[in-house]
């Protein structure tokens, strides 16, 4: 571990000037960002502790509920409110890490996870995202875990958290806060991003940007399910993960909201799956064309191939049970 | 005084049967348990040392070459940096387990990624992990075989080749030839490898986690070219070894070797990750088992061979058809290893070498054959227990499997009659069903403790033996207890220190039954010389709560010991009943799976084992014992890879959180059956291993369950979601 400043900030204002250094990182829980430290995957000259700022709240506001960034995972898992409409979100977390790591861990900072690809955490090896421009060892070496759509030459890592996955599927918003107070929304479907020529980018943050809150629209009921696919049954990461908001009406599909984790670099969402779900009657042949859209394009490099057939099936079994077909 | 015994005649006495403090084989705690519950167990890196200094190893970056230079000036001017060491009294790989001399390979040789090639010594931990991670070192690498596919393996000259095998196979009334993949293991222990080493100009003390400080300390003076007087090793307490802390590894030899350099104390703790990259690995292995049989089900023929892999100059090759030898009939026997030299890191013993990967694929092939036959698989495994070893004509010297197949199928409510896949559907989840036996061959060392009968009508246990969380230190309370007429609590155990007599080191399952029988030999000298002092025959002595009786009077033993304390070295030494029986523990696994019909997820619901292990000695550590291996079942069953790097060579996954063992969520209630026994040959106190036993076979035992759920045939382990989905029928 290298050496490090650490400063402590108790605003957002402070802590958006602070980060916009270089060589700065903001800290939360710090269950991933220390971790990394530990292997100098991330050396960072100061960490600045957000832990100070006061936005652990979970509060209702027009039409939805929003979360600060600080408040713990476990703390929105448990929220009565997130449990009754968005039990998507609540179920997605309880999915992740262990119960110690999701007390410790905060909304913003699992926004903000690195990838599990075993190059980017090893200094020793290539990896683009990294160190951009050394290559990508995943592309030639084990890559089970990588993914398969939204990849390119130059990474084929995964986002590997499942709270935004469901975040995804609710079509949450995220609210930042840069430099002078300037603050903006994006969805979290457009907060993470596809590497293309620069993987070293995770995320749309601009220097000093931090994660001050993520807005939940109204509620909007349905069948929430949140199914994660992995060789144990818990503190593992996911093959695949499917997040699904589904209601039927009078017979027929009203809303089909889906995500994907762990396929692609970014909690996945095919606007093209809903717009063919929606308004049809619920049936196998339906789901499976639905899959097969899902999956057209997508793209193994050997290891990971099997997460085509996987996550054909997964959405397939999510929208049974969801529809109870 | 001594008590010596060779084990030469089967012991069938039965002694501690007739003792009357009643103890022994009793559900007791042990005595240490809420020290390390409670995290105030001493373990080897957790002991305060004035001025320690902190190591920490650089391993190579590349496969194989050399090492043509180390820049120390790229880290001496950092904060804290006291010194860079590769001398060449370091060692580059772990020693084998029980190898009693130091590694060969130096650190300037490259033969693996992750190699040892320097220690980094400073102030702080982080400081030297800081200056570990920017030393400038030079290679010069040399091309390098990853893959045990890519090479010729050499055969190992000790095969078994009996009959005509091949005629055998066309023969038959029906037969399978199945080859199966096992994939590289870790230990994973939870302690990582530590070593705390003061030297004081004539004597080295190390507090290390170490499994067998009787080798370990010669193996550590052949590498420093000590004398084993001029070291003291201390490992009172060890957080799992399960093979990886048999031999001595590379943090003991560097911490000493810079505490020696540096005159100062040095901690060298390894990383998680150098854990995985640095220490002994289970060898991945492929194996071909053939088994042929007429129609009633009878063996004509057993195949198995495997081929394993080590680094070029290692001995070991993982035994995998060693049980496999003499536990099913069938006149036409091959067996045979083959080793293929590659460049991952050493190959070594992580629990049950042989056996664990060795058993479910043997088990899993009989579970094909059963099918073709139509026969019921514990039926067709009752039908081929020969009366004695197959090859040798040598007796067993006791054998359970039978009441183990059966007990535990009775427990486990095991259907009989045809089994067909599918034939169980809940929702989205296919239930099945399967069996396989276990079977782990019995070891035993030379041992030797003091036992101490003190004034105070107390008892005191030495010996440099270990407890690597298996309950060492329960047993032998209980045993010292039981033959003296104590309660547990009256008896002092103190194990892991070289300044105690040599006890046999824990591994191969061999502690409990080797230092137990030590323990007694010391305990029945001193019964001996109390009948003396009292006058009567030893057999006619009654110690039981501190009192004595002879038939005649009783009295507190504190008088007759009366200020004149005992002191007898138990001495066991293994004898001709080796050579003169076959010796293993038996047992069998049953176990029902779940598997998802979409993902392919397989979760196991129950399962259930029943073993015959000698004498239980304490029925609550020997469970846990059982429940752990089972515990390992699941894991090598479902889980449990080490991946390769196809261009370099070095483990992709090397932590917790990628090499994934089985957490609680993955493990239902296990049933552990225990079939009482006595075995006069495995030791003088009739108890065999235990700590492996519980995982040779399990895996198979699940995987023919997977097959009976959802109809998925595989021979590749572990058996993740892509395997099965990718082997489900329609």
Not at chain 1, 130 to 138: I, K, Q, T, V
């Amino acid at each position: 571990m290298k050496n490090f400043e650490y400063a402590g900030a108790d605003t957002v204002e402070r802590a958006t000037m602070l980060c916009a250094e270089n060589g700065t990182k903001a800290i939360a829980g710090g269950t991933n960002l220390i971790d990394l430290m530990k292997l100098q995957v991330e050396t960072p000259a100061r960490l600045v502790d957000l832990n100070s700022i006061d936005d652990r709240r979970i509060e209702e506001e027009e039409g939805g509920l929003r979360i600060g960034a600080l408040a713990s995972n476990t703390a929105v898992a448990v929220d009565q409110r997130i449990r009754s409409d968005y039990p998507v979100l609540a179920k997605a977390i309880l999915a992740g890490a262990t119960q110690q790591l999701r007390n410790k861990a905060s909304v913003g900072g699992n926004l903000g996870q690195r990838t599990r690809c075993f190059y980017f955490t090893n200094i020793d090896q290539p990896c683009n995202k990294r160190d951009p421009g050394s290559g990508c060892g995943a592309l030639t070496g084990v890559a089970r875990i990588h993914a398969i759509l939204g990849a390119s030459r130059h990474c084929i890592a995964t986002y590997p958290g499942d709270m935004a996955v469901a975040m995804a599927a609710l079509d949450a918003q995220v609210e930042l806060s840069g430099l002078a107070n300037k603050s903006r929304m994006v969805a979290v479907r457009d907060f993470h991003r596809c590497p293309g020529y620069t993987p070293e980018l995770d995320n749309i943050l601009e220097p000093g940007e931090l994660v001050v809150a993520v807005h939940l629209p109204a509620p909007v009921g349905g069948t929430q399910l949140y199914r994660k696919v992995r060789e144990r049954s818990s503190y593992a990461f996911a093959l695949c993960s499917v997040a699904a908001i589904v209601d039927v009406k009078r017979g027929k599909i009203a809303r089909a909201d889906l995500a994907f984790g762990s396929i692609a670099p970014k909690p996945w969402v095919d606007q093209r799956l809903t717009q063919l779900l929606v308004g049809e009657k619920p049936n196998m042949a339906l789901f499976e064309k639905a899959a097969d859209i899902l999956v057209d394009g997508a793209r193994g490099v050997g290891d990971n191939d099997y997460k085509i057939p996987l996550v054909r099936r997964t959405l397939i079994a999510t929208l049974c049970e969801a529809t109870e077909i | 005084m001594t008590a010596h015994m060779k084990h030469d005649q089967p012991d069938e006495r039965n002694v501690l049967d007739h003792m009357a403090q009643g103890i022994i084989g009793k559900s007791l705690d042990r005595p240490e348990g809420l020290l390390k519950v409670s995290g105030t167990a001493t373990y080897a890196a957790e002991y305060v040392i004035d001025g320690c200094l902190e190591g920490v190893i650089v391993t190579s970056t590349c496969a194989r070459g050399k090492v043509t230079s180390i820049d120390k000036q790229s880290v001496m001017s950092m904060p804290g940096v006291v010194d860079v060491i590769n001398e060449p009294r370091m060692i580059a790989r772990p020693a084998q387990g029980t190898a009693n001399e130091a590694p060969e390979h130096k650190v300037g040789e490259i033969h693996y990624w992750g190699q040892p090639v320097a220690l980094v010594v400073a102030e702080t931990i982080e400081q030297a992990r800081d200056a570990a991670k920017n030393l400038v070192i030079e290679y010069a690498p040399a091309l390098a075989e990853f893959n045990p596919e890519d090479v010729v393996p050499e055969p190992q000259p000790d095969g078994t080749n009996e009959g005509d095998l091949n005629q055998a196979m066309e023969g038959a009334d029906q037969c399978v030839d199945l080859t199966f993949t096992t994939e590289g293991h870790a230990s994973a222990a939870m302690e990582p490898h530590a070593a705390i080493a003061q030297w004081d100009g004539k004597m080295l003390t190390v507090h290390a986690s170490l499994q067998m400080l009787n080798y370990n300390i010669a193996e550590l003076a052949d590498a420093l070219k000590l004398k084993q007087s001029q070291i003291r090793l201390i490992s009172r307490y060890v957080g799992g070894g399960f093979g990886s802390k048999l031999g001595i590894s590379e943090e003991v030899v560097a911490a000493s070797v810079a505490a020696m350099v540096l005159d100062r104390p040095v901690r060298v703790v390894m990383s998680r990750q150098q854990v995985f990259q640095t220490i002994m690995r289970r060898s991945e292995t492929r194996q071909r088992v053939r088994l042929s049989a007429k129609a009633d089900g009878t063996f004509t023929g057993i195949g198995h061979e495997a081929v394993v892999s080590n680094l070029p100059g290692e001995e070991f090759a993982e035994p995998v058809t060693q049980s496999t030898d003499f536990l099913y009939a069938g006149d036409n026997r091959i067996m045979q290893i083959a080793v293929a030299r590659i460049h991952r890191m050493t190959a070594g013993s992580v629990r049950a070498p042989g056996e664990a990967v060795g058993m479910p694929a043997l088990e899993a092939a009989i579970d094909e054959l059963a099918e073709k036959l139509g026969i019921d698989p514990i039926e067709l495994r009752l039908r081929n227990l020969p009366d004695k070893h197959p090859v040798e004509g040598t007796p067993y010297s006791s054998r359970k499997l039978a009441e183990c197949l059966t007990q535990g199928a009775k427990s486990f409510g095991w259907k009989k009659g045809k089994r067909t896949p599918r034939s169980r559907r809940e929702g989205e989840w296919w239930i099945g069903t399967g069996v396989a036996s276990a079977a782990r061959v019995h070891n035993v060392g030379e041992a030797k403790a003091r036992v101490t009968l003190r004034d105070d009508g107390t008892a005191l246990v030495e010996t440099d033996m270990t407890d690597i969380g298996t309950g060492t230190y329960a047993i032998l309370g209980q045993i010292a207890g039981e033959m003296l007429g104590l309660n547990p609590d009256a008896v002092d155990v103190q194990l892991g220190d070289t300044k105690h007599p040599r006890g046999p080191g824990s591994g191969g399952s061999w502690g409990a039954a080797s230092i137990g029988s030590a323990v007694f030999l010391a305990c029945e000298a001193i019964r001996k010389e109390l009948a003396g002092r009292a006058k009567v025959k030893a057999e006619k002595l009654t110690l039981k709560d501190g009192q004595i009786g002879t038939g005649k009077f009783s009295l507190p033993l504190t008088e007759l010991i009366g200020g004149k304390s005992i002191s007898v070295i138990g001495h066991y030494e293994p004898g001709a009943v080796e050579k003169n029986f076959v010796a293993s523990g038996y047992g069998a696994f049953f176990a029902e799976v779940a598997v998802n019909h979409w993902t392919g997820e397989t979760r196991v619901r129950r399962m259930t084992g029943a073993f015959g292990f000698g004498r239980v000695l304490n029925a609550k550590t020997a469970r846990s014992q059982c429940i752990g291996g089972m515990v390992w079942c699941i894991g090598s069953a479902l889980t449990e890879a080490l991946h390769f790097d196809p261009n370099d060579g070095h483990l992709v996954n090397c932590d917790l959180a990628e090499y994934h063992v089985p957490v609680h969520r993955d493990i239902p209630d296990l049933d552990v059956i225990m079939v009482e026994e006595r075995d006069p040959v495995a030791s003088l106190i009739q108890a065999k291993g235990i700590g492996e036993l519980g995982m040779c076979g399990g895996a198979g035992a699940i995987a023919n369950a997977i097959y009976n759920a959802c109809g998925a045939r595989m021979h590749a382990f572990p058996m993740t979601p892509d395997k099965v989905l990718s082997a489900m029928p329609d």
